[in-house]
């Protein structure tokens, strides 16, 4: 006699098929930027003051980001496909005109708001179309 298989339990197994493929694909791997620098090409959600661009630079687990005036600085993971901090993000102090100063409150508040983060060769994606940055390895 062959074992009679039911819709009910052919469901349930197909049930426990699904949430296993998607627990599988929940988590994503980071993002390795150890060592890349990256400039805007695109900007999403904010103008950038003319005549500047949004640079990036990863070394040693810490990031260095500029749009121009300061510099912020701090560490980093890209733990679960987002861009995380590890601390509080600090920057540095220069006396800036005030578009440049509102720029870099904008870029800081970008950045520590966890932003997706991916990578396809040697362009460098943070958040999305709405609120984001395209940006390209410049070596």
């Not at 509102?102 to 460098?124: I, M, N, Y």
Request: glycine fraction near 12%; charged fraction near 15%.
């Amino acid at each position: 006699t062959q074992p009679r298989v039911t819709v009910r339990r052919l469901a349930a197994s197909s049930l426990v098929l699904a949430l296993g493929l998607g627990l599988a694909g929940c988590g994503q791997d980071p993002v390795d930027l150890e060592g890349r620098s990256y400039t805007s090409t695109e900007v999403y959600g904010h103008d950038l003051v003319e005549g500047t661009t949004v640079t990036l630079a990863f070394e040693g687990g810490n990031l260095a980001a500029n749009a121009g005036c300061n510099t912020i600085l701090g560490g980093v993971s890209t733990d679960d496909g987002t861009l995380e901090f590890s601390s509080q993000a600090a920057s540095t102090l220069k006396a800036c005109e005030a578009p440049l100063t509102a720029q870099d409150q904008w870029l800081t508040e970008f950045l520590t708001s966890s932003p997706e983060v991916s990578v396809d060769g040697d362009t460098l994606t943070l958040g999305d179309e709405t609120s984001g940055m395209t940006l390209s390895e410049t070596g």
